[in-house]
């Protein structure tokens, strides 16, 4: 079994062959840092977070860059309103960048470099682009020659032609065509600005990219991935830069995930239906953004709502419960050597399945059938008169290993969720009627030690927390 990746630029999947047998070198872009993220911000880093995660667990050694970009208009904007310093502002927001991306379960990078960071080089990068005619200066700004580069919109699957429409000069530019780009850009008054051969001034957003990524990982990577907005212009002018400057393939393979829409409609600041990470946090378990975020295959649109939200919840809990009453089991159950390997023989069929739903283009979505299925066959080895302790420990290294893939947590110490305790009632309920009074005592017990009092009341059981 090999990993296909669905290729932006070939619009196929592809098997997935690194340049380095065993490396992946793999750059994401990063957020402007200007404010706190929102849950559109969130699913790029959960989902490249999950691919760099399943990558290293197929053997490779994933070399992860994702970018912070500290400088550019509306970053210079906000500080300008709230009084601050640039590197004021961007240091506060990185903070909470890696504050909110932490709860949700994800890695930092190898590297998070900042714009600010690599201004040398952007200017190096900038002037060699110029000495081979692929740049121009203007009046103290530098353009790219879009018509120069011979693949343009190859990522897009535009041509120049097409492009053209529409484009147009806006007031202040003092470029040569409509369809040139900035790469660096003259100093406004009271701006934050470097020295330049081209006077002070600042860079232009896609130029930070291209030259990051060469300064850390080389002239052509494995994967380039960020949200499917990025496609066109970022990351296509990406390319045009990088392949001018080095005459190589900039990146072999590219990854767009789906846009989020909220309610049905697409999430926007104008409409106001955006939700900030630190927000929802603060009302769901991050695991449950998490779950939901992965409930969908990345190029998919994913659809934010109250009652998909509670799904995911409900999803995630019933994964819990069941590691849980596993691990409630394990301490009385013996070691018989009864249809032992009847059952890790079916878990490793699941194991097998997730695999081959991960390797199609990191299908998350059939990853979390997967697990779905591990936890049914969970419960099914648990109403069983005999369980053994080895097959319980396999049940739970399993549903623990396939988990951490996708960065989730399966075992809960600190904290059970409502979803999760009404589900054990819900199965001691259940229990009773059968006539499986073992089993109802060992929930109430589970139960008990959770803290949790039952309650009978003429409507049905109810309960707290003692």
Not at 2 to 15: A, C, F, V
Not at 52 to 80: M, P
Not at 408 to 419: F, G, H, R
């Amino acid at each position: 079994m090999s990993i296909h990746i669905y290729n932006t630029l070939t619009r196929q999947k592809e098997p997935f062959i690194p340049l380095e047998e065993g490396k992946v070198k793999m750059y994401v872009c990063g957020p402007t840092v200007y404010n706190y993220i929102h849950i559109g911000n969130s699913r790029p880093v959960i989902v490249y977070d999950t691919v760099r995660r399943y990558l290293t667990y197929r053997g490779y050694e994933v070399n992860f860059v994702s970018n912070f970009t500290d400088v550019d208009d509306k970053i210079i904007r906000t500080a300008n309103e709230l009084g601050e310093e640039v590197s004021e502002l961007t240091d506060r927001f990185i903070a909470a960048y890696h504050e909110d991306i932490s709860a949700l379960g994800c890695q930092k990078a190898d590297a998070h470099p900042r714009v600010t960071e690599h201004m040398d080089d952007i200017i190096e990068f900038i002037g060699v682009l110029i000495e081979k005619g692929y740049a121009y200066e203007s009046q103290g700004d530098v353009y790219y020659r879009t018509r120069k580069f011979d693949g343009y919109g190859k990522l897009s699957h535009q041509s120049v032609d097409d492009l053209k429409i529409g484009a147009r000069i806006e007031t202040g530019e003092k470029k040569d065509d409509a369809l040139d780009f900035a790469l660096w850009k003259d100093a406004k008054p009271g701006e934050i600005s470097w020295e330049s051969p081209w006077g002070k001034g600042r860079p232009g957003w896609h130029i930070e990219c291209s030259v990051m990524a060469r300064e850390l990982l080389g002239d052509t990577i494995d994967i380039h991935a960020g949200g499917q907005d990025l496609t066109f212009p970022h990351h296509e002018n990406e390319i045009a830069q990088s392949e001018a400057y080095t005459g190589k393939q900039f990146a072999r393979y590219w990854m767009h995930n789906g846009y989020i829409n909220i309610d049905n409609e697409k999430m926007s600041k104008s409409l106001g239906n955006f939700v900030l990470v630190k927000d929802i946090r603060q009302q769901i378990d991050p695991q449950v953004l998490r779950f939901f975020m992965l409930s969908v295959q990345y190029r998919h649109p994913i659809n934010f709502s109250q009652e998909l939200v509670e799904n995911a919840e409900n999803g995630l809990a019933r994964i819990r419960t069941s590691y849980a009453n596993l691990s409630h089991r394990l301490d009385t159950s013996p070691e018989l050597g009864d249809h032992k390997d009847i059952w890790v023989n079916k878990i490793e069929e699941v194991r097998k399945q997730f695999i081959t739903s991960m390797d199609d283009d990191f299908n998350t979505a059939n990853g979390i059938a997967a697990l779905f299925e591990l936890a049914g066959l969970a419960n099914l080895y648990l109403i069983e008169k005999h369980t053994e302790a080895s097959v319980l420990s396999v049940f739970m290294d399993t549903l623990k290993e396939l988990a951490f893939i996708l960065g989730i947590e399966v075992e809960v110490k600190s904290l059970v969720l409502d979803a999760e305790i009404d589900l054990l009632i819900e199965e001691r309920i259940q229990a009773r009627k059968d006539k499986d009074f073992a089993r109802a005592d060992a929930i109430r017990d589970q139960l008990k030690e959770l803290n949790i009092i039952l309650e009978d009341t003429a409507q049905g059981i109810r309960w707290k927390r003692g």
